[in-house]
């Protein structure tokens, strides 16, 4: 059986600002090819793990390496096979599309004919060759947003990695960027994307890890986490903390998957949900907790991780 290559592994990824760990013991690989998914709410570590990844950030403790060669040891020769489009926009508004560019291809080494190449196939990559020569302060959200992906991809990289890619532009354009990033991975490029948006990493991604408080909370491909669910999920919010014999009583309706003194998650392993939640009903009338809410989840990502970590995520943005 053919093994994956890994072109990008993290090992024990710590930093650590004012004595807490905003990133804590983060591991994982990706393997070359691959649409990657980094997800989690905002404030998660994601970013700050993005930084590590790039360089940006020193580890408090923990290596990088990208195709077997250490970020520490030889940094600049791994920095060079790594696209990054940060959150924020990175270029000059002043300056037309074409001239960003020029500049950043110089930066990167590019010159002469093959600059000129790169700039008219990325151009042409996210759909700005016919805004080439606009004023970059004149542009939309979306297309300063496909700019900062051309800025990342001009000096062909072995991996593009994206923070938030998709941030502040409206639904249409949303899906013309997702879109062109699905191309650019079928044409072989390597992707790492992190969003906090679980429905569009659902679709988009061969595998995610779930990030929450500077840790990783699960690896798997979407539809594995989501299969994990089972039929899906009752969520049932307490009025009053539950002491362990509820929590007990609750255990004998089906799988507790999330459990404290005022959430309990409960596996539906079948079609029969009324009868659960009569049987929920009952527990909590027999035992006196009062119920403030109770819902059905179906499976999704969304769904995996709120039964993670007991929260919800902010789907906007």
Known sequence: MHMPEIILSATNLCKRYDGTNVVNQVSFSINKGEFFGLLGPN???????????TGLVPP??????????????KPLTVKSKIGFV??????????NARDNLLFFGRIYGLQGKNLKQQIDKTLRMVGLSER?????STFSNGMKRRLNIAIGMLHDPNILILDEPTVGVDTHMRQAILGNLRRL???????????????KAQHLCHRVAIMDKGRI???????????????????????QAILPSQIEALAQVGPLTHKDPYVVHIKLSSSNADQIVKHIWHIAEQTQTPIASLSILKPSLETVFLDLTGRKIDPGG
């Not at 991975?185 to 429905?199: P, V």
């Open 132 to 136: 080439a020569g606009d004023r970059v």
């Open 86 to 95: 940060p959150q924020d926009f990175a270029f000059y508004p002043t300056l």
């Open 185 to 199: 991975n079928q044409n072989s490029l390597t992707i790492l994307y992190t969003t906090h948006q679980m429905l």
């Open 43 to 53: 404030g998660a570590g994601k970013t700050t793990t993005i930084g590590i990844l």
């Open 217 to 239: 909370m699960a690896i798997q491909t979407p539809s594995a986490l989501i299969a994990n669910l089972g039929q899906g999920v009752v969520r049932i919010c307490f009025e």
């Open 60 to 73: 408090t403790k923990g290596t990088v390496s990208i195709e077997g060669m250490d970020m520490a040891e």
